[in-house]
């Protein structure tokens, strides 16, 4: 029998997921620099599909964080 019930999350699986914001945060943030001082029109525009497509992943990230933040401990674990 499957269940479609999502579970927690464990602490390990969280710290994947906040390291994995943080990276597309940084990500994002070295394209934006890079577009910025580039003079090349082509790398502009790779960047800014790049911050586009990172973007979507850490809002992805940040979405299944919510889903899962109902089946989250209230109390920290032992």
Known sequence: ???NQMQAL??????YIA?????????I???A??????QNSTVHGIC???????THHMDMLVQLLHQHQ????TQPQQ
Do not use: C
């Open 33 to 38: 620099a890079t577009a910025g001082n580039t």
């Open 1 to 3: 029998m499957q269940s």
């Open 10 to 15: 464990s602490g390990k699986e969280l710290e």
């Open 48 to 54: 800014v599909q790049q911050i586009q497509s990172h």
């Open 19 to 27: 390291d994995s914001i943080s990276n597309e945060d940084l990500l």
């Open 29 to 31: 943030k070295q394209l």
């Open 70 to 73: 109902q089946y989250a401990p």
